[in-house]
C-alpha cells in the first residue's frame, strides 16, 4: 500500500468522534489536534496561550470539522474540569482524550533539585494527565467506551542521568497507564501511553539553546541518530486513538530510534 494511499484509507477513521487534547498549541499536541480534525474528529483543546489557542483554533476550522480551543493550565484542576465540561456542552461527550501537555524540568541531580522545580514538573506532567483522564473518562463510560492516549518519553521506561524531576513525572505515567487499563478496560476503555524520544519541537529548541551539549548527547544516543519528528509521534497517538487498535490496552509505544532497545554507543 503506498503512503497516499494508507493516507486515503485512513482519512475518516475518526469521523463522528470528539476528541479532547491538551498542549495543543505547538508541537506533538499541535500536530495530533490537526491530525485528529483532519481524519473526521471534533476536537476540543487546551493550551496555556491565548494567541496559540486562537492560532490553532484557526488552523483546525480551515480543515471543516467542529473545534473549541480553550486557554489553562493542566496543573490546575479546575481549569481542566471546566475545559472538559466545555467540550462535553459543544460536541455532547469525549470519545478520545490525548492526554500530552508537559514541560521540561531543569538538569539536575537531586542535589540540586529546587522544591518549585520538582512541585511545577510533577504537577504538570503526573497531575496534569491525572486530571485530565479523571475528567474525560466519565463521558467516556457514559458513551460505552473511549480511548486515551497519555504521551510520555523513552524515559518513561528508562532512567536519565542528572534529569531526576522530568524522569520521575514520566515513569509515574506508566504506572498510570496500567492501571487505567485494567480498571476500565472492562467497560470499554482503552488506554496506552506512547514514549517517543527527544522530538524536534520548540521546547527542545529551547532546551538545545540552553543546554546544547546534553541535547547533542541526546541525539547521539538515538540509534537511527536524529531526534523523532511531531508528525511520527502524532502517527502513533492517532494509532492507539482509532478502531485500528480496538485491541491495544495498556501498551507502552516506544517511538524513540531504538534508544530503549539496550545500550547504545555512536559509532567514531
Known amino acids: 500500500m503506498t503512503q ?12 463522528g468522534k470528539t476528541a479532547f ?19 473526521g474528529a471534533s476536537v476540543a483543546f ?25 486557554v ?4 490546575r484542576a479546575e481549569d481542566v474540569e471546566r475545559s472538559v465540561q466545555r467540550a462535553v456542552a459543544e ?15 531543569d538538569p539536575r ?23 485530565t483522564v479523571k475528567h474525560a473518562i466519565g463521558s467516556m463510560l457514559e458513551r460505552g467506551g473511549g480511548a486515551i492516549v497519555i504521551v510520555g518519553s523513552d524515559v518513561s521506561v528508562i532512567g536519565c542521568q542528572s534529569l531526576l524531576a522530568y524522569t520521575a513525572s514520566k515513569h509515574g505515567l506508566v504506572g498510570l497507564t496500567r492501571s487505567l487499563a485494567l480498571d476500565h478496560g472492562p467497560e470499554g476503555v482503552r488506554t496506552n501511553i506512547v514514549c517517543p524520544t527527544s522530538v524536534s519541537t520548540e521546547m527542545m529548541s529551547n532546551l538545545a ?23 511520527e509521534v502524532a502517527a502513533a497517538i492517532c494509532h492507539l486513538a482509532s478502531d485500528e ?9 516506544t517511538v524513540d530510534g531504538g534508544v530503549t532497545a539496550g545500550n547504545f554507543s555512536k559509532p567514531q
Do not use: H, K
Open 109 to 131: 541531580t537531586i542535589v540540586d533539585t529546587t522544591i518549585e522545580d520538582w512541585d511545577r514538573t510533577i504537577a504538570v506532567n503526573l497531575s496534569g494527565v491525572f486530571y
Open 46 to 70: 487546551l493550551t496555556r496561550s491565548e494567541d496559540r489557542c486562537a492560532d490553532c483554533e484557526a488552523e483546525l476550522e480551515a480543515l471543516g470539522g467542529g473545534v473549541l480551543g480553550m
Open 21 to 39: 487534547v491538551t498542549g495543543a498549541g505547538s508541537g506533538i499536541g499541535r500536530v495530533t489536534a490537526r491530525r485528529l480534525a483532519s481524519e
Open 245 to 253: 487498535a480496538s485491541f491495544t490496552n495498556g501498551l507502552i509505544y
Open 209 to 231: 539553546e540552553a543546554e546544547p551539549e546534553i541535547a547533542q548527547a541526546w541525539i547521539d544516543s538515538v540509534p537511527q541518530g536524529r531526534m523523532a519528528t511531531p508528525e
Open 72 to 75: 489553562g493550565d493542566v496543573a
Open 91 to 105: 460536541f455532547g461527550g469525549i470519545d478520545i482524550a490525548v492526554a500530552n501537555a508537559g514541560v521540561p524540568s
Open 4 to 15: 497516499a494511499e494508507d493516507a486515503s484509507r485512513g482519512a475518516r477513521r475518526f469521523a
